[in-house]
């Protein structure tokens, strides 16, 4: 019988964890320690009150190391306060301190006639101080921390069975301020063995990420995240500022920025080491160097770039990367067809193009002669040939391997130089070769005349002059010249021959049109005859000068320019003063059947809140990435849960790609992460090229993250707010094809997107369009009235079927609905759906039968497609497998989008009757372009004023041309206000 506990329990300081492999104790980096009685083989030397309480005894732990443990078992004696007390503990710059306590406790009931109160816990408590107190003690002055407990009890039984029950306790004190204190533990009867007391804080260590080192953090305990900046490595700069977040459990979260090794080093193990012999970086950036090109090098560590061997050279614009290259050989087989005064000139690519690409010809031409030498020879001396030689096409810069000569003197001898070149070329000016080949040109008759002056009209006779043809080719022996009368069309005519460059025609009819040509005649016979002029005779004897008559002209065409500027004038003006036609909605619906098709095989939506467990829907449904192979570039945006990044994601044997990144803030909710979550539930359900495509999620590691394909051109309506009347008609279809393409998709699962509008449509650098936002708890604008808030929750009004906002009847149908409103978005670039209206006007209008104008040259089909999308009755609306089918239709035949919505036709409602006062009002031009406030625009109409605009309608896209408005967007919108305003003057009031 155990008649005495104290001895048996000194026994279990020799079996602790005598089956325990021998590994050394490695504390996490994250974790410094302020204390560690494990470390101390000598007395602690904490003070124990009373003295017949604690003991400090001697005993080895799991490793056989000597340690110091502290007991009491006083479990035979009534009303025990047993007090230890610990050195002074130094906090350094910790506000939070954790203490993690390895004990060991004895069950009461396995201790025989125990005369006293017998516990089986122990109490932990604390005291703060700015200097040592020495073994000054009071228990008063210490707060309680909390009472520990054992999780397992040792027994009699175990002792014999060398069973070691060890219990670890983790208890969190703080936040500190003053510079140390003291921690106590209280015994009130418990048989209790302290085997090792850890005190320690935690803090974020030392670290380098993306190039950038972050010194040991100590998290505050006044917030959850400290945010740390980076510095970067040596021999590397910052191309966007690093920093982390170090959490208080001494994480280092969310990396953002990074920095880039400077030009001659490569990241390697975290640093940025020199390029080696042979190879350069000539860039910022983290990545490899590289291998020298060929026909350079590079002597020593951290080239920038490399030099080229000798005779190679690199061009000015040439890539570091570019091997080095030489000029090339002269062409070769040139080849020459003499055509009178010009030659064809033909040859071959040079055998070696010095290893480039960029090879162009240069032709030079030279006159050559013989003339005797000192010796009595003959020398051949060339100059360069006349400017007036003509090349076709050119002379330098020639891509092609032939090159015409034209305009060359007759008999004269001609060497013609080809030289290849590249880009190198310049620099190696001794290193250039050309071919040359030498041509005598043949006899040639003149060039035609191509200067003709009248000199002098009378009834009878005319007096011409004319200077020399360009290109005589010889000695002009004479002239020829012909004439006619204009009405006998050659017929008969007169032929005169002239020495000399004048002549004076006789004999002509007074008031008569004669046409004229001229030619000149050499050895080789006649040249080609001029372009044929005509003059006329007086139709008196009256003579006039060439000269008068020449400013006679000037003054009758100056005249008549001037009438018809004024006519001009006058018209376009008259064009800008008329009223348009009010827009109004063709009456013509196309009916659909009401049958919901659905495909056979295709998935059915599973809703992520039906699972007892939603996490289990994230991991059925989305890929778990690891955070390793996710780099944050950058953040781009705030969302509801936290940041929204883009970065890039680097699977094991796959390319590198761009990702969205939207990240969960520190400090959520359990709720909050479900609902995170569920946004990544759903959209892992979906494969279809226009959905967005879900990359993976991150839920094992911090921060939660979920990834997504990166969409470069952002939100639809922001995308075409930018781009306003930048795109066809055709492409516009092609985007809408895409939008319902995707919300078919959609229904054909049984999904009900809600929330279908522009800015939840994608747009990548293709012009794709993808339905995105998925999210099941969001803030649907920013503007607090964009939402009409019933007991349901939020609805966006503009974009909402009227049954989902009065009844919250959502179904494909509704989204049908809304894929009208994003249809009118789109053609008209991105316009507000109802404009300025008011949510509960835009209700009642809707409700009255109001639906949107078509935009500006809308097609009439797409307009249609727009109003059967918003039949009030649901089952009237078209199905999207219907809406993807007519849109096909309009791709294939895209001249049915060349009919614009007709609306003259549409009958007024009561939203427009509304508006007419606004109106009323606009009278003259200059009120319409006040209202327009289109400042330019008005001072182009100022001063103009008509009492009837009979033909403001007419005016066109090109009339505003030429008072200087050229945008096309405005032009548009002020078309369409003018054809508002005409409308108001004659058929009743209409909104401008």
């Not at 010249?481 to 017929?491: A, D, V």
């Not at 109001?850 to 089909?861: G, I």
Request: hydrophobic share 35%; charged share 20%; proline share 6%.
């Amino acid at each position: 019988m155990d008649c005495n506990p104290r001895p048996l329990f000194l026994i279990l300081h020799i079996l602790l964890s005598c089956a325990a492999p021998a590994f050394p104790i490695i504390y996490p980096p994250n974790e410094v320690n302020l204390l560690d009685s494990k470390a101390s083989q000598g007395e602690l030397g904490w003070i124990s009150y009373p003295q017949h309480g604690w003991e400090e005894i001697s005993g080895v732990d799991e490793h056989y190391t000597p340690i110091r443990t502290f007991q009491v078992c006083n479990v035979m004696e009534y009303s025990q306060n047993n007090w230890l007390r610990t050195n002074w503990i130094p906090r350094q710059s910790a506000q939070k301190i954790y203490v993690e306590l390895k004990f060991t406790l004895r069950d009461c009931n396995s201790i025989p006639l125990v005369l006293g109160t017998c516990k089986e816990t122990f109490n932990l408590l604390y005291l703060e101080t700015d200097d040592d107190q020495g073994s000054h003690f009071r228990e008063h002055q210490f707060s309680k921390v909390d009472t520990i407990a054992a999780d397992e009890s040792f027994t009699q039984m175990d002792l014999g069975d060398r069973i070691l029950k060890l219990n670890t306790e983790v208890r969190e004190v703080g936040p500190m301020n003053k510079k140390g204190f003291y921690l106590a533990f209280q015994d009130v009867g418990a048989c209790v063995a302290l085997v090792s007391v850890r005190v320690y804080f935690k803090k974020c260590p030392y670290t380098v990420r993306n190039l950038a080192s972050f010194p040991d953090t100590v998290p505050m305990d006044s917030q959850s995240l400290v945010e740390v900046k980076g510095s970067c490595v040596n021999h590397s700069k910052e191309e966007e500022p690093p920093r982390m977040y170090c959490s208080t459990e001494g994480e280092w979260l969310v990396p953002i920025g990074k920095c880039l090794c400077n030009p001659g080093y490569e990241e390697k193990s975290s640093t940025c080491q020199m390029c080696q012999p042979g190879f350069y970086k000539s860039t910022l950036g983290n990545t490899e160097c590289s291998k020298c090109p060929p026909h350079s090098f590079s002597h020593h560590e951290g080239s920038l770039f490399c030099g080229c061997e000798k005779n190679y050279f690199r061009a000015e614009g040439d890539p570091v990367a570019m091997a080095c290259t030489r000029p090339p050989s002269a062409p070769r087989n040139v080849i020459s067809s003499i055509n009178e005064t010009s030659v064809i000139l033909d040859w071959s690519w040079p055998e070696d193009n010095g290893g480039r690409r960029d090879i162009t010809f240069t032709v030079v031409c030279k006159r050559c002669r013989s003339a005797p030498s000192g010796g009595g020879g003959l020398n051949q001396l060339c100059e360069p040939c006349r400017s007036n030689v003509r090349f076709l096409p050119r002379a330098a810069g020639l891509q092609n391997t032939t090159v015409t000569v034209a305009d060359l003197l007759a008999h004269t001898n001609y060497t013609f130089e080809i030289e290849a070149q590249n880009g190198v070329s310049p620099l190696a000016p001794k290193m250039r070769q050309y071919a040359a080949v030498t041509i005598t040109t043949n006899q040639a008759a003149p060039s035609p005349v191509t200067v003709i002056k009248k000199e002098k009209t009378s009834r009878n006779s005319v007096s011409l002059s004319w200077q020399q043809p360009e290109r005589p080719n010889g000695i002009i022996l004479d002239y020829e010249i012909k004439y006619y009368e204009k009405e006998e069309q050659e017929t008969s005519y007169t032929i005169l021959r002239a020495r000399g460059c004048n002549v004076t025609l006789n004999g002509l009819k007074p008031n008569t049109a004669y046409l004229l040509q001229i030619r000149a005649r050499t050895a080789a016979g006649y040249g080609a005859s001029s372009p044929s002029i005509q003059f006329e005779t007086s139709p008196d004897s009256f003579s006039i000068s060439s000269e008068n008559s020449q400013v006679v002209l000037i003054a009758i065409s100056s005249a008549v320019a001037i009438i018809l500027l004024t006519v001009l004038l006058y018209v376009l003006i008259g064009r800008f003063c008329c009223h348009g036609k009010s827009k109004h909605p063709d009456e013509k619906r196309l009916h659909f059947g009401n049958g919901h098709l659905r495909l056979p095989g295709i998935r059915t939506y599973v809703d992520p809140h039906t699972y007892e467990d939603p996490s289990q829907a994230v991991h059925e449904f989305a890929k778990e990435l690891d955070a390793s192979c996710i780099a944050i570039d950058k953040v781009v945006g705030a969302g509801e849960f936290g940041e929204v990044c883009s970065g890039r994601l680097k699977l094991p044997s796959k390319k590198e790609i761009c990702v969205a990144i939207k990240t969960l803030k520190g400090g959520y909710t359990d709720k909050q992460r479900r609902d995170f979550l569920a946004e990544a539930s759903i959209m892992g359900q979906f494969d279809h090229p226009n959905i967005i495509r879900l990359e993976g999620v991150v839920t094992r590691s911090k921060p939660v993250m979920i990834v997504t394909e990166y969409m470069e051109n952002g939100s639809l309506d922001t995308f075409l707010r930018k781009h306003d009347a930048q795109f066809t008609g055709i492409q516009l279809v092609g985007m809408l094809r895409g939008i319902a393409s995707g919300m078919k998709y959609l229904s054909d699962m049984g999904y009900v997107h809600r929330d279908l509008a522009a800015r939840n449509i994608l747009v990548n650098s293709n012009l794709v369009c993808k339905v995105s936002d998925f999210g099941l708890s969001r803030v649907l604008e920013d503007d607090p009235e964009a939402a009409y808030t019933t007991r349901g929750g939020k609805i966006p009004i503009r974009w909402t079927a009227p049954e989902a906002i009065a009844y919250r009847k959502f179904t494909s149908a509704s989204d049908a609905w809304s894929y009208g409103i994003v249809l009118w978005e789109v053609m008209s670039y991105g316009e507000r759906p109802y404009w300025e209206m008011s949510n509960q006007d835009v209700i009642k209008a809707v409700d009255e039968g109001y639906r949107l104008p078509p935009p500006m040259d809308c097609p009439a089909t797409l307009y249609q497609l727009m109003l059967d999308c918003w039949q009030k009755e649901r089952n009237n609306r078209p199905k999207f497998e219907q809406i993807v089918s007519i849109l096909d239709k309009l791709i294939r035949n895209p001249g049915s989008l060349k009919i614009t919505a007709n609306t003259t036709s549409r009958p007024a409602n009561l939203l427009l009757d509304r508006s007419s006062s606004e109106v009323t009002s606009v009278g003259t031009v200059g009120d319409w372009m006040d209202g327009m406030r289109t400042l330019p625009c008005k001072e182009a109409f100022s001063g103009v004023s008509y009492s009837s605009c009979d033909t403001l309608a007419k005016t066109s896209t090109e009339d505003l041309k030429k008072v200087g408005v050229t945008i096309v967007g405005p032009q548009k919108k002020i078309v369409s206000s003018l054809k508002a305003l005409e409308s108001h003057t004659k058929n009743g009031p209409v909104p401008v």
